[in-house]
């Protein structure tokens, strides 16, 4: 169903140039605009689908599509930590690449972590195996801000050229590009880990609105730096992880969290268009929550064209609570992916049908695919989606 298969690297960036080769070579020339690639990025069931344009069939990716639940990634980990692995582009490449020989998805996310840029800019922040990001001195006051600087392309060359390469042997299909949320990142900074309730974090945006904004101002900042150095690297479309943002109700969302989201994705969008290079138009913004049903329209209206649901909300309810001119994406719980064939044939297309009710659909997990999935049946879902939703009319 998908473009054929990216087997090397672009040999040269000439000018004008309209065709991609198959020849590797070790030191790739990129440019910014890789002319035959935009084109058949228009036409790809992915972006269409974010776009609201007819799709031949329903695209599919997965969210942590690589990771641990495929071996050839623990292998390649063997001894180099989380995040050491997300800044050497040889193993970003690879990692990102994995789940594309196995399955055929119709995008690849590059390999990264929402805590990258903050690691970047100087945060003492490691990934600790089966914990998550811990923040060795926590981000709790106003003098703890100054640690937040600016994030410059320099900061993250890595990302840089991953993005390029993996632009370069996708053939086409397209990337996307990633960053935490602004609640998800200030959870993580101001608790100094993983946490369940976020209770820190909300005290901080209850009690004290002024360094919270700022806060929040400083991670929208780094945030939009971040995505943009991707897209002008090549990225199509981007996704915005604001993970924990189901932990707070509507009225503190409108008004504690969407301020900083609406930033972020206007300086991303056609409007803010002129600082990405390489970006011909606007491309997708899907924004994604857990335990966000509360909050889809507001997600929405915060300027993603594409809003991420979890399973707890149907995707035909959830297209009643967004509102006109939003695609949808997701929304098939991991965790069926553990139950027997049968039922998660049936799940599978429960969720295509209702996602027919969207305007676009783009099928995903309504979160991470869990370590011990059986790739076998990843492949099998992905090409059910594909053979299920096919549009005769297309
Ligand atoms: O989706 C993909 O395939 C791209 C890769 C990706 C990773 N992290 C790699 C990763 C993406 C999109 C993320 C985003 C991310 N990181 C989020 C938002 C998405 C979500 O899951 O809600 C969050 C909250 C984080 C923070 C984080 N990083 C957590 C909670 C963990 C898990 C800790 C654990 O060990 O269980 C990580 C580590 C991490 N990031 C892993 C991967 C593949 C696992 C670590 C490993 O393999 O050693």
């Known amino acids: ?48 689908a974010c776009r609201r344009e007819p799709v031949p069939y329903t695209p599919v990716w997965y969210m942590r599509q690589a990771g ?58 490691d990934i600790k195996a089966g914990i998550g990001p811990v923040v060795a001195t926590p981000v709790r006051t106003s003098a703890d801000l100054g640690r937040l600087r600016a994030l410059e392309p320099g900061d993250v060359p890595y990302v840089t050229e991953a993005v390029r390469m993996l632009v370069a042997e996708l053939n086409g299909r397209p990337l996307i590009g990633f960053a935490g949320g602004p609640f998800t990142l200030a959870s993580y900074l101001v608790e100094g880990g993983p946490s369940k309730n976020h209770d820190k974090t909300k005290a901080l945006m209850y009690g004290n609105p002024s360094l919270w904004h700022a806060l929040l101002g400083r991670l929208a900042d780094i945030t939009i730096s971040f995505l943009q150095i991707q897209v002008a690297a090549g990225a199509s479309a981007i996704q915005l992880f604001d993970s924990w943002v189901g932990a707070v109700g509507p009225d503190d969302y409108r008004h504690a969290i969407l301020p900083h989201t609406s930033r972020i ?11 990405v290079r390489g970006a011909i138009r606007g491309v997708p913004r899907i924004h994604f929550g857990v335990g966000t049903g509360e909050l889809l ?34 929304n098939l719980d991991p965790a069926v992916l553990l139950a027997p064939w049968d039922v998660v044939e049936e799940r599978a297309r429960d969720v295509l049908g209702r996602g027919r009710t969207a305007e676009g659909h783009v099928f995903n997990l309504g979160h991470g695919v869990l370590p011990e999935t059986d790739p076998a049946v990843l492949a099998r879902l992905t090409d059910l989606v594909h053979a299920e939703s096919v549009r005769p009319e297309a």
């Open 265 to 275: 994705f206007s300086a991303l969008g056609e409007e803010g268009g002129g600082e």
């Open 297 to 330: 329209g507001l997600m929405g209206e915060a300027g993603a064209d594409v809003v991420g649901v979890d399973w707890r909300i149907p995707l035909d309810e959830a297209v009643r609570r967004v509102e006109p001119g939003k695609a949808l994406q997701d």
């Open 68 to 125: 641990r639940s495929l071996p050839e990634y623990r292998k390649v980990r063997e001894g180099v930590s989380m995040l050491d692995s997300c800044t050497r582009p040889d193993l970003i490449t690879e990692i990102t690449l994995q789940p594309l020989r196995r399955y055929d998805v119709d995008a690849a996310i590059l390999f990264s972590d929402i805590v990258v840029p903050l690691r970047a800019v100087g945060i003492d922040v």
């Open 1 to 48: 169903m998908a473009a054929g298969r990216f087997v090397g690297s672009r040999t040269a960036c000439l000018e004008g140039a309209t065709d991609l080769c198959y020849e590797t070579i070790p030191d790739v020339q990129l440019c910014e605009t890789i002319p035959d690639v935009t084109v058949r990025q228009e036409t790809s069931p992915f972006i269409q």
